[in-house]
Structure formats: structure tokens, C-alpha cells
């Protein structure tokens, strides 16, 4: 019997955890169709493996307590906050299953695509990922802004990265080895995935809305995690910087040339003051960009070059500490 583990990170989600548990254990003993094939959810072993990601509120406890109740659940407590993507990881190497479901604990990700996922990775595809159709309830500007940011991604590096395509995905073992041998503490999960390659397949869902609370993710914070997937995926940014370089120094080697041909023809013409000041605005804040890029990737180099691990276990399961 194939065991496939549902990898869940918690953050903050004490009321979510205990619905989501409820509508997992509905569902694994479902059936249902796909493609004219009938999947009994009771054919395989499940495990559903929580990453408490430093909760500040009582998910820990609930998830103690569903653990009491249920031995397919298992929890994994992080020492503090790591950030999704970390928790993620820490997920990914604790999975026991020889496929892994990665799904929101606040119920946005319908259960019921799951059985797809698992149809085509019984025909051998190693990454069925979900792909919105919908993008549920969000703010307008979130919506223009991070397709934008994909947009302009996938412009900057040479692998695309799929828009409206997120963590809700399952993975093959072999996908999960590979995804578990990049230890970079600054994590773009988006990006590795798409790096390990191997077979993949789309499956269309619609994202839910919330359950409850808030989402974890401010504009503040999309924006940092859009600067961490550029500077962890591609290097292109310096090259930007290199080409409007060449291209400046271009248009003032041009520039120079006309002046002195308009000295020697004309004269001495009085300089332009404003044009000296637009001139020295421009390249300075052209300078200071550069500058910002090179430090986004010197601070990256610093992060990784300490060796930190991406997280830490707390406690696994309450009994093995480590
Ligand atoms: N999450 C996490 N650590 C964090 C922030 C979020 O483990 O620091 C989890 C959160 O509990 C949820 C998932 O990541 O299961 C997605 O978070 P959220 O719903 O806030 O993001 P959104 O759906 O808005 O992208
Ligand atoms: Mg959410």
C-alpha cells in the first residue's frame, strides 16, 4: 500500500488546524472519479504531517491533542518562526510517504483535486502541481502586482516560473530527494521547484477563501519574498546594471563628442547649470541602484556562507528531541 503524507504548515492557526484535520479524515475515506477511473482514498496510507512554524497562539495544543486522537498525525514543532518556506523544507524531510501533498492549513486548497494529483502520479508524473483558475479573495493591487512579478520573472531568467501556481502541489519521493538537497537558508520554493525539473502536470483548482483569521502575508512581506525569488533565482538584476552602465557611459561619450564639436565649430557656449544637476541626479541614483543590487546579493552570499541551518526542530512527534 502506498503511503502519501500531507505536509501542512501552521502558522497562527489554531482554529484552522482542527477543520482542516476533520476535512482530511472525511476525505481519506472518499472515493471518487477522475477520468472515468474510480479512486478509493482507503487504498492508500496516510500520514498528515504538521509543521508548527512558531505559532504565537495555541496550535500547538490543538495539534498535541489531534495527535492524541489520531495516530496519521504528526507533529513537527520548529523552535521559532522560520517563515513558510522553511517550514516547508522542514516538512519535506520529516515526510515519511512515498509522495507528499504540501497544502495550506487555512482550507484555501480544495482536498478534492487531490485525487487527481494522485491519478497522475500513479501514471508517473513526480510533480502535479495546482494551477489557480480563480485566485479567491484578494486585494486588486495583489492580484496586478504578482502577476507582474511573474511576468517580469520569467522575463529575467532562463526557466519560467508558472503564474498562479503555488506550494498546493504533490511530489514524488524522487522529487522530495531532490528538493530536500538544496539547503539555501533564503528559500524560493516557487523557484525550486521548477530548478529540480522532472515530470510535471498541471491540474486546475479554485482557490477557497479564508477560513478564519487573516492572511500571514502583508504587502510588505510580498514584496520581500518578490525580491528574495530574484535574487535567489537569477543574477540578472547585475546585468542590468552593467548594461545601463555601458549604455550611460554610451550617451555621454556621444554627448561629449558633440560638445566639443560644437566648441570647436561655435565656440565656448555657456554650460547649463540644470543639465549639469539632471545629469549628476541620474548617474547618482544609477550609482546607488547598482550598489543596492550588488548588496542584495552580498547579503545573500553572507546568509548562506554562515552554513546556518533553514530551521530547527524543537521536538518531533513530543518524543524524540533533538
Ligand atoms: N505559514 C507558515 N509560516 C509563516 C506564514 C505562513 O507556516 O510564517 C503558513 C500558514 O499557516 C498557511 C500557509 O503558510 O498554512 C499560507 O499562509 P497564508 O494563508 O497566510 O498565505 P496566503 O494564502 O495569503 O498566501
Ligand atoms: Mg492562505
Not at 55 to 66: F, I, V
Not at 156 to 177: E, K, T
Not at 213 to 238: D, M
Request: hydrophobic residues 40%; neutral net charge.
Amino acid at each position: 500500500m502506498k503511503k502519501i503524507s500531507f505536509i501542512i504548515p501552521c502558522y497562527n492557526e489554531e482554529e484552522n488546524v482542527v477543520r482542516l484535520h476533520s476535512a482530511l479524515d472525511r476525505f481519506t475515506q472518499e472515493t471518487f472519479e477522475v477520468n472515468d477511473v474510480r479512486m478509493d482514498m482507503k487504498n492508500f496510507e496516510w500520514e498528515f504531517l504538521f509543521v508548527n512554524d512558531g505559532s504565537k497562539d495555541d496550535t500547538l495544543r490543538a495539534l498535541r491533542n489531534l495527535r492524541r486522537e489520531d495516530a496519521r498525525v504528526s507533529v513537527l514543532n520548529l523552535s521559532r518562526n522560520f517563515g513558510k518556506e522553511s517550514a516547508m523544507l522542514a516538512g519535506l524531510d520529516y515526510a515519511s510517504g512515498d509522495a507528499a501533498v504540501i497544502i495550506d492549513a487555512d482550507l484555501q486548497h480544495p482536498l478534492e483535486v487531490v485525487p487527481e494529483m494522485i491519478y497522475w502520479w500513479e501514471r508517473g508524473y513526480d510533480d502535479v502541481y495546482g494551477q489557480r483558475r480563480s485566485r479567491g479573495k484578494e486585494s486588486r493591487i495583489r492580484k496586478v502586482l504578482s502577476l507582474s512579478f511573474y511576468r517580469m520573472l520569467g522575463k529575467m531568467s532562463d526557466i519560467d516560473i508558472l503564474p498562479n501556481v503555488g506550494d498546493f502541489r504533490l511530489l514524488d519521493r524522487r522529487a522530495i530527494r531532490a528538493l530536500t538537497q538544496l539547503r539555501e537558508t533564503q528559500r524560493y520554493m516557487k523557484g525550486l521547484y521548477c530548478w529540480v525539473g522532472f515530470n510535471k502536470k498541471a491540474v486546475e483548482f479554485d482557490t477557497a477563501d479564508r477560513q478564519v483569521g487573516e492572511s500571514n502575508f502583508r504587502l510588505t512581506r510580498l514584496l520581500n519574498l518578490a525580491i528574495e525569488g530574484i535574487t535567489s533565482y537569477t543574477t540578472s538584476p547585475l546585468r542590468i546594471a552593467t548594461v545601463s552602465g555601458l549604455i550611460v557611459s554610451l550617451c555621454a561619450f556621444i554627448y561629449l563628442i558633440y560638445i566639443l564639436v560644437k566648441t570647436l565649430v561655435w565656440g565656448e557656449v555657456v554650460a547649463g547649470f540644470p543639465t549639469l544637476i539632471c545629469v549628476i541626479l541620474f548617474l547618482g541614483g544609477m550609482q546607488l541602484l547598482a550598489l543596492g543590487i550588488i548588496g542584495e546579493y552580498i547579503g545573500r552570499i553572507f546568509n548562506e556562507t554562515k552554513g546556518r541551518p533553514p530551521y530547527l526542530i524543537e521536538s518531533f512527534n513530543e518524543e524524540n528531541q533533538n
